[in-house]
């Protein structure tokens, strides 16, 4: 069985300061996100809710799953990209 240490006040407030900076943290994000969708979008919640779902997603699925390889998907992003250039940098000299 484990054993925990004492509740005591330095580990309570080291505790209780990492929570409140997550808090002031999100808090700006939030204020933030607010400003974006008043300017670029309108007032609509829409899209910075949708963009905030997704990236949730993706934080919660990346660590749950060690198969994921980030490396791999990203010389797959490049690759694909490089390949974009070269197309459109060849069809631009042949004009």
């Not at 929570?19 to 008043?38: E, H, K, N, P, T």
């Not at 979008?41 to 809710?49: K, Q, R, V």
């Not at 070269?86 to 000299?93: A, D, M, P």
Request: glycine share 10%; aromatic share 14%; net charge positive.
């Amino acid at each position: 069985m484990k054993k925990y240490g004492k509740l005591t006040p330095a580990y309570f407030a080291k505790n209780f300061s990492i929570v409140v900076g997550l808090v002031l943290i999100w808090r700006g994000i939030w204020y933030v996100l607010d400003a974006m969708d008043s300017r670029f979008f309108g007032g609509s919640h829409l899209w910075t809710a949708l963009g905030g779902i997704i990236l949730g997603l993706i934080v919660l699925y990346v660590p749950e799953n060690p198969e994921f390889n980030i490396e791999v998907h990203r010389q797959s992003i490049i690759s694909n990209v490089s390949g974009i250039w070269h197309t459109r940098k060849n069809i631009t000299l042949r004009r």
